[in-house]
Antibody, heavy 124, light 106 residues
Framework: EMQLVESGGGLVQPGGSLRLSCSAS????????MHWVRQTPGKGLEYISG????????YYANSVKPRFTISRDNSRNTLFLEMRSLRREDTAVYFC?????????????????WGPGTQVSVSS | EIVLTQSPATLSLSPGAPATLSCRAS??????LAWYQHKPGQAPSLLIN???DRATGVPARFSGSGSGTHFTLTISSLEPQDFAVYYC?????????FGQGTKLEI
């Protein structure tokens, strides 16, 4: 069974930093692109970043560029999201998400595995 | 960026009733639309790929239809565990984007 588990969320002051991790199991992690999606009460689900299976490509939404950095360690089956210069509007639940393809490409398929999410709260 | 509009925002139904959820796109998606179910505190789960293909393990009471700019998720007979929030999502254009969700409540 595919499983994703996020960690690293918490309460941070505006301007601060956090590093989210996502541990993957139940599938060959290095075969698939991975993504981060966040959920806020006001804006619903927002796609914020993705990375290809071999780190040859990555994408960032304008709302997080250049403050966030996505990376992965295929030897440890782990996805990361480094978040800097955090703002109050970054407060959200952050989901780690698995693609059904290895690269950041358009297509008709959805994301077939999600983690339960980790809460990030930015407040003074 | 493609905008997805879901309706209604909230749908109040009883177990056993059918449910029809709508998702409209600001431009044509072909068949590049997915549907998800999300229960509070849980991971969202993929229901439908490519507008009408049920994902692995999804019960047959869930079906998707549509193409272009108008899509529908139908639940033929609601079970108690089906009451959740449902999202549509496109990846015709990058970045992928989501509708705002339909809350299906008892």
């Amino acid at each position: 069974e595919m499983q994703l588990v996020e960690s690293g969320g918490g309460l941070v002051q505006p301007g601060g930093s956090l590093r989210l991790s996502c541990s993957a199991s139940g599938f060959t992690f290095s075969d698939y692109a991975m993504h981060w999606v966040r959920q806020t009460p006001g804006k619903g689900l927002e796609y914020i970043s993705g990375i290809s299976r071999d780190e040859s490509g990555s994408y960032y939404a304008n709302s997080v560029k250049p403050r966030f950095t996505i990376s992965r360690d295929n030897s440890r089956n782990t996805l990361f999201l480094e978040m800097r210069s955090l703002r109050r509007e970054d407060t959200a639940v952050y989901f780690c998400v698995k693609d059904q393809n290895g690269y950041l490409v358009r297509g008709a398929w959805g994301f077939d595995s999600w983690g339960p999410g980790t809460q990030v709260s930015v407040s003074s | 960026e493609i905008v997805l509009t879901q309706s209604p925002a909230t749908l109040s139904l009883s177990p056993g009733a059918p449910a029809t959820l709508s998702c409209r796109a600001s431009q044509s998606l072909g068949n590049s639309l997915a549907w998800y179910q999300h229960k509070p505190g849980q991971a969202p789960s993929l229901l439908i790929n490519a507008a009408s293909d049920r994902a692995t393990g999804v019960p047959a009471r869930f079906s998707g239809s549509g193409s272009g700019t108008h899509f529908t998720l139908t639940i033929s007979s609601l079970e108690p565990q089906d009451f959740a929030v449902y999202y549509c999502q496109q990846r015709t254009n990058w970045p992928p984007s989501f509708g705002q969700g339909t809350k299906l409540e008892i």
